[in-house]
């Protein structure tokens, strides 16, 4: 989502004046501070709901929406793909892909793309109670602490950091 939002001042540019392929957009500005809003900073705005913003971040995505159509694009294909997955019923995926590979946003069409290319998994994903999330988050808690003890420790210290503790009276 940043690469996107960054990419997306230059993208909007040469669409509004193909004359000028190397000038650099302004970027949207806070309208009450005057400062720059940062692509890492919209695109952390592109996906948090309305309800969910404070004053300031509120202020920040109206400015946004009025000086870039992509932005407002982002945003409104985020919130109906949150509202897929939160509602845990696929039935409007398929509309949703459709409207995503519709638009002029290349990274969204490419994961609209993937999404209706492993449509059942995700399908699945979305409507069935089951995760693997505990079993990923134990995976990636072992390599962690692997990755930060590699040359360092023999395999006693290193199975001491990954067996659980055991207190014994």
């Not at 913003?53 to 945003?75: G, H, I, Y």
């Not at 793909?81 to 946003?105: K, S």
Request: with cysteine; net charge positive.
């Amino acid at each position: 989502m940043q690469r996107l939002l960054a990419g997306w001042r230059r993208a909007e540019q040469q669409a509004s004046d193909p004359k000028v392929e190397h000038k650099i957009l302004e970027p949207v500005r806070d309208p009450e501070t005057g400062h720059a809003i940062s692509p890492v900073i919209a695109a952390a705005l592109c996906i948090k709901p309305r309800g969910k913003l404070t004053s300031d971040q509120a202020r920040k995505v109206d400015a946004l929406k009025t000086r870039s159509p992509a932005f407002v694009s982002m945003r409104s294909l985020a919130m109906r793909f949150n509202g897929i997955l939160r509602g845990r019923v696929a039935d409007p995926l398929p509309a949703w892909i459709d409207d995503a590979i519709e638009t002029d946003l290349a990274p969204i069409v490419r994961f609209a793309r993937t999404v209706n290319r492993d449509y059942e998994a995700v399908k699945n994903a979305i409507e069935m109670p089951w995760s693997n999330g505990q079993a990923e988050g134990q995976i990636n808690r072992l390599k962690t602490l692997k990755r930060a003890m590699y040359g360092r420790a023999g395999p006693e210290l290193l199975r001491a950091r990954m067996l659980p503790f055991h207190h014994t009276d």
